[in-house]
Antibody, heavy 117, light 109 residues
Framework: QGRLVQSGAEVKKPGASVKLSCKASGYSFTNHQIHWMRQAPGQGLEWMGIISPGDGATIYAQKFQGRVTMTSDTSTSTVYVEVSSLRSEDTGTYYC??????????WGQGTLVTVSS | QAVVTQEPSLTVSPGGTVTLTCASSTGAVTSGHFPYWFQQKPGQVPRTLISDTTNKHSWTPARFSGSLLGGKAALILSNAQPEDEADYYCLLSYNSIRVFGTGTKVTVL
């Protein structure tokens, strides 16, 4: 079936960086890409990018290129997303989700990131 | 980057039918955009309802269906139930870059 468990909530100051994790279990980690999405409070979903855990290949949304880095650790079946130069607009819930053609499932439970001085 | 537009809000009567649409700023939506539809209820994680235009998942109620309609992707909800009240998002693929739609709030009233 598969399960994704994300790291806990974070509070950061503007200009700082944050690194979130998404640990996979119950399936072959390297065989499925992982999407990262985010959702600002009361707003819609935003696609950030996708990583292939096996070889670390990434594709980022244009908006996040240069400020977001996605990585994977096959030894722990974990993918990470790091967002640098945080600003208040980065506040929101960040989700990881597995690409399982033709679907996207499962989703992680989400990680709330709060950027505040 | 493309902009994907949905109706901000729609209201449907219990037992009624409503069609949600998903339009692309680049032109007609086709099967090559691999349209997805997600449902998100307040305080919950989104879940996939429809993949690749029409594919349902094991948990997708039969009253939901996906199609292409008039150059847009469409999610049709028939026989609406109170529990269908939620936000709905489409997702389109542009050569591996994905873009979410603006979302539609569906009220069952």
């Amino acid at each position: 079936q598969g399960r994704l468990v994300q790291s806990g909530a974070e509070v950061k100051k503007p200009g700082a960086s944050v690194k979130l994790s998404c640990k996979a279990s119950g399936y072959s980690f390297t065989n499925h890409q992982i999407h990262w999405m985010r959702q600002a409070p009361g707003q819609g979903l935003e696609w950030m990018g996708i990583i292939s855990p096996g070889d670390g290949a990434t594709i980022y949304a244009q908006k996040f290129q240069g400020r977001v880095t996605m990585t994977s650790d096959t030894s722990t079946s974990t993918v990470y997303v790091e967002v640098s130069s945080l600003r208040s607009e980065d506040t929101g819930t960040y989700y990881c989700a597995r690409r399982l053609p033709p679907g996207i499932d499962p989703w992680g439970q989400g990680t709330l990131v709060t950027v505040s001085s | 980057q493309a902009v994907v537009t949905q109706e901000p809000s729609l209201t449907v009567s219990p037992g009624g039918t409503v069609t949600l649409t998903c339009a692309s700023s680049t032109g007609a939506v086709t099967s090559g955009h691999f349209p997805y539809w997600f449902q998100q209820k307040p305080g919950q994680v989104p879940r996939t309802l429809i993949s690749d235009t029409t594919n349902k998942h094991s948990w997708t109620p039969a009253r939901f269906s996906g199609s292409l309609l008039g150059g847009k992707a469409a999610l049709i909800l028939s026989n609406a139930q109170p529990e269908d009240e939620a936000d709905y998002y489409c997702l389109l693929s542009y050569n591996s870059i994905r873009v979410f739609g603006t979302g539609t709030k569906v009220t069952v009233l």
